[in-house]
């Protein structure tokens, strides 16, 4: 962390995406637009602190040093390890995505395809992605995904993004292919419009 002082007021910024949780980085990613947003979200003071700043210069001293926050390339990058460890339990990361149950497959496809329609979504859907397939491991319970999302909540502030950026980013991606493939099944079971018509004129002959 670095430290830093701006109108007697001492905190700390981040030096790299290796010093931000998965919650700090999907707050990042949605301030992106507005510097002085990132930089209330990476001091943790208020905005307004920054607005009435004395110091006129403060973006230009302290842009270079945070400046990598617009830049995620570093975590598209990072290799996919064999574990993680989340509140004290090793997780071993498997090669192909394995569901403990299809109820937990589901759920996070139906997250996925919500995040889909909404910007910046589907990074929120990383510690949900992440408490949806390690939820057993760690509990040694049955899922129960309102426990679950309460756990991705912990997760969020515990994990670091660089930790949980290629797992997380993993499973998404697996379960984007599912439900890709699951829709060109449904398409494939729909009637075709020459079916569809075949159909409603049978019926008005059987009328």
Known sequence: MIPFKADEIKFQLPSGW?????????????????????????????KDIWLQSKQNDVDIKIFPLIKWAWNTDELKKLPLPKEIKIKGVVCKVPKDLGFKSFGQKVLLSNEIKEGLEKPFHI??????ALAVYFYNDITGLKYDDEKAREFAKEIEKDILITDAYPIAD???????EYLHSTMIVLSQQLPTKS???ELKSLKSTES
């Open 195 to 197: 079916s569809a018509q």
């Open 18 to 46: 290796h010093e931000v949780s998965v919650g700090k980085y999907v707050e990042i990613l949605k301030a992106s637009h507005d510097f002085v947003d990132v930089l209330s979200v990476m001091s943790g003071l208020d």
């Open 123 to 128: 990074d929120s859907c990383m510690s949900y």
């Open 170 to 176: 993993f499973f998404l991606q697996k379960s984007i």
